[in-house]
């Protein structure tokens, strides 16, 4: 099984808008 943190820290990472460009392509943002 994959590790459940890792997808965690993804989604937090798309979800934390650090640069504008990220926060354009994270379409939960």
Known sequence: ???KHKE???LSH???PTHG???SK???N
């Open 14 to 16: 798309l979800n934390t």
């Open 8 to 10: 965690e820290d993804l």
């Open 26 to 28: 994270s379409p939960k």
């Open 21 to 23: 460009v990220d926060a």
């Open 1 to 3: 099984q994959a590790p």
